[in-house]
């Protein structure tokens, strides 16, 4: 499926903030769990009737943790040494000492 794989593509160039996109997209390609998967689409038959169903499942929760992932991954993409990004990466984590359990779950301003 090309489409689905230049949508998957999109997906992780898509902006947000910060660039941490809390969330995981999966592919659903099978009939059965797509069948099932309309109940909570209100019944729409699209789901059914595609080829596959992206599903965009959000984190519980943003850690500190969450953060050092991603400044490595910047800093394996970018070929530089992590230490490098420790102003956006405390910048970052001071966002996230500020924010409540509730927020970090309901806004995802990152």
């Excluded at 999109?10 to 009939?31: C, F, H, M, R, W």
């Excluded at 099932?36 to 599903?55: C, N, P, R």
């Excluded at 959000?58 to 102003?87: C, F, H």
Aim: a negative charge; charged letters at 25%; hydrophobic letters at 40%.
């Amino acid at each position: 499926f090309p489409v689905t794989i230049e949508i998957l593509q999109a997906t992780k160039l898509a902006p947000s903030s910060y660039g941490l996109t809390p969330y995981n997209v999966i592919v659903v390609e099978d009939q059965k769990l797509k069948e099932e998967l309309q109940g909570a689409a209100y019944g729409q038959t699209q789901l059914k009737d595609s080829s596959a169903v992206l599903v965009f499942a959000t984190w519980d929760d943003v850690t500190e943790d969450s953060v050092d992932i991603y400044m490595n991954e910047i800093a394996r993409q970018r070929e530089m040494p992590v230490e490098g990004l420790k102003g956006m990466s405390d910048m970052m984590k001071g966002s996230l000492s500020n924010m409540t359990q509730e927020q970090k779950v309901s806004c995802h301003i990152f």
